[in-house]
């Protein structure tokens, strides 16, 4: 138990690292799905196109909104996001930070399939094999002779080599040798624009907007770590607050118990006996609620930490009033009274 205790320690502690392997994970995954995934084109005029666009475009989806359930901070960014204003202004450059940091991370899985899948040419060999010019790589004469629809239907089963019958007109090896050579041509360029983009996004950009970045970054750390923070002091007044209420439940049934030894009791206690000591620790416990000690206090508090967290301000503290924050500025300063005594 100690050593997964350890284990996610270390992920909590390396949460960027944790993510980008995690990323990685995805994209091994999402080629692994696609080498394993039996491509069956249906070789039909009307479903060529769309079965191949499904197979281009919905895994990726489907692994880029993976990408952003499997990442923590979505729910840190849809909260800042539709937190009220309170004493504290929302910045959009902190919150598109936040986004383009994971929708970064959560492209790689869908952007290695859409490569893979080009590369492979399966996918666009089956999308636009009716595209063929076979007037240029066939038997041009024979073409003029055929009605549309029957040289579509035609071309569309150029994917199938079991149903193929048209090698009088197109041979099949030369439309999937031009389709495919098309599409690993795609597919190349691709990886080397995702990958241009990727390094403009990743190390250009920072150097012409470098004050700008660097605030967004420190604001997106510090919400991340106050969001944490808070979520640590509520589970240790949590913790307290069980621990201090359960102690109370015993003392209550423990005197209920001794009721009715009560008279028994005094009769035979000697005189001067001290009352039984309070628990130890229960101060301690005591300390760490902060002053909440019933269900309504901890409710306003957390009510008042939705509506109106605390300005961004060190050394000028206000006192909490309702869910907001009295004053608008600096406390004034005290008056002193000095009084002098005398003897008569």
């Known amino acids: 138990m100690d050593k997964f205790r350890m284990i996610f320690q270390f992920l909590q502690s390396n949460q960027e690292s944790f993510m980008n392997g995690i990323c990685g994970i995805m994209a091994l995954a999402s080629a692994q799905m696609y080498s394993a995934f039996d491509f069956n084109c249906p070789c039909l005029p009307g479903y060529n196109a ?25 729910s840190m960014l849809a909260e800042e ?27 790689i899985a869908p952007v290695v399939w859409v490569a893979v899948t080009l590369l492979d040419g399966k996918c666009f060999l089956c999308a636009f094999c009716t595209a063929v010019p ?7 004469s024979l073409a003029p002779g055929l009605p549309p629809p029957e040289l579509a239907r035609l071309l569309a089963r150029v994917p199938c080599p079991d149903i193929y019958d048209g090698d009088w007109l197109l041979a ?74 359960i102690q109370q439940f015993f003392e209550a049934m423990n005197h209920d118990l001794e009721l009715g030894h009560a008279h028994g009791a005094l009769a035979t206690a000697p ?41 961004l301000r060190l050394g000028q503290e206000e006192p909490p009033v309702g869910n907001g924050w009295a004053g608008g500025g600096p406390r004034p300063p005290r008056k002193e009274v000095a009084a002098y005594f005398s003897r008569v």
């Open 50 to 74: 769309a079965y191949s666009a499904g197979i281009l475009l919905a895994p990726p989806l489907v692994l880029f909104l993976l990408g952003l359930v499997m990442n923590n901070n979505v």
């Open 134 to 140: 076979v007037t240029v790589l066939g038997n041009g």
């Open 172 to 245: 099949r090896e030369v439309a999937v040798r031009y389709l495919r050579c098309i599409s690993q041509a795609l597919g190349w360029s691709f990886v080397l624009l995702t990958t241009l983009l990727a390094f403009v996004v990743r190390s250009v950009r920072p150097c012409f907007t470098q004050a700008a970045f660097l605030k967004s970054k420190y604001w997106s750390h510090y919400i991340d770590i106050e969001r944490k923070l808070f979520d640590e002091t509520c589970t240790e007044h949590a913790k307290a607050f069980a621990k201090v209420c």
């Open 81 to 107: 996001w539709k937190r009220p204003r309170g004493r504290r202004a929302k910045d959009p450059a902190v919150l598109r930070y936040m986004f383009c940091s994971m929708a970064q991370r959560a492209l």
């Open 271 to 311: 005189a001067g006996s001290a009352a039984p000591a309070p628990p130890e620790g229960a101060e301690e416990e005591r300390e760490k609620l902060r002053g909440i000690t019933d269900q309504g206090a901890v409710n306003r508090l957390l009510t008042s930490w939705h509506k109106c967290k605390p300005p």
